[in-house]
Nanobody, 122 residues
């Protein structure tokens, strides 16, 4: 029903910036909750930032003040601007979405992209 494709990952030095994009197709629209999640090796997938269905943002404490989530509903693109990157941010970043989801638990989201690797060197 919904397809998500992430892009924009790469290798950066600590303190650098990246902007991730998630392009949605299918039935994803402004009524969807959509967000960014990440998974580091040996770790559980965790939420990073969520754009609730009304567009309001919600951030994990670890990224507050450094990351900014935004969405372009007309283009069906979700962005994550990541500044002041730290080695601890290294992970595969996934875009996740669902309709009628009001939690930050990634297990509650049905639709996922394939992920994009972000590596931050020290």
């Amino acid at each position: 029903q919904v397809q998500l494709v992430e892009s924009g990952g790469g290798l950066v030095q600590a303190g650098g910036s990246l902007r991730l994009s998630c392009e949605a197709s299918g039935r994803t629209g402004s009524s969807y909750t959509i967000g960014w999640f990440r998974q580091a090796p040996g770790k559980e997938r965790e939420f990073v930032a969520i754009s609730w269905d009304d567009g309001s943002p919600y951030y994990a404490n670890s990224v507050k003040g450094r990351f900014t989530i935004s969405r372009d509903n007309a283009k069906k693109i979700l962005y994550l601007q990541m500044n002041s990157l730290k080695p601890e941010d290294t992970a595969v970043y996934y875009c996740g979405a669902d309709r009628s989801v009001l939690t930050s638990n990634p297990r509650e989201y049905r639709y996922w992209g394939q992920g994009t690797q972000v590596t931050v060197s020290s």
